[in-house]
């Protein structure tokens, strides 16, 4: 195998993991807030926001794809293509966990606010957690990406 596949083959993991972590993410939220808007449907604007909360994870993938694309030339050494895959991995699975992680929190705020609760705000806050960790993972490819 040549160094290039496996650098290709983490760039893959920066965008296909967090996407699917988002999707998934999204899904949750959505079911949630389609069942929320049985009880009470005046409060889909809440439910909108809390929903997207988990698909800003797979922009982080994205960011951290433009920043190592530049790298992604024929003539790659092992240790840089090894470092790339290892920054998609990593950014790869925390994303996409965090974005499940979030959504489960979001659905339910969701749940909540359906019930008659105000709790857009403390749910956000709460949601804003597992993106802590998503957010440091994107900062890891910077700095793995800065070494080179």
């Keep these: 195998m040549e160094p290039i596949v496996l ?19 999204f899904a949750i939220c959505g079911n949630a807030a ?10 889909f604007g809440n439910y909108l926001i809390l929903s ?22 024929p003539d790659i050494g092992w240790v840089y293509a090894g470092a790339i895959f290892g920054s998609g991995l990593m950014i790869g ?6 974005c499940i992680k979030q959504a489960e929190i979001c659905a339910n705020g969701i749940a909540s606010i359906a019930s008659g609760q105000p709790v857009i705000g403390q749910t956000l806050m ?20 800065a070494a080179f």
């Design 34 to 43: 389609i069942g929320a808007m049985k009880k009470n449907p005046s409060k």
């Design 7 to 25: 650098a290709y083959i983490g760039a893959a993991l920066m965008v296909a993991l967090p996407g699917i972590g988002s999707a998934f993410g």
């Design 52 to 73: 997207a909360v988990p698909s800003s994870n797979g922009l982080y993938g994205f960011v951290a794809f433009f920043l190592i694309l530049g790298g992604l030339v």
């Design 126 to 145: 709460l949601a804003a957690f597992p993106e802590f960790f998503a957010l440091l993972s994107l900062l890891g490819v910077i700095l793995i990406n």
């Design 93 to 98: 699975l925390v994303a996409m966990f965090t």
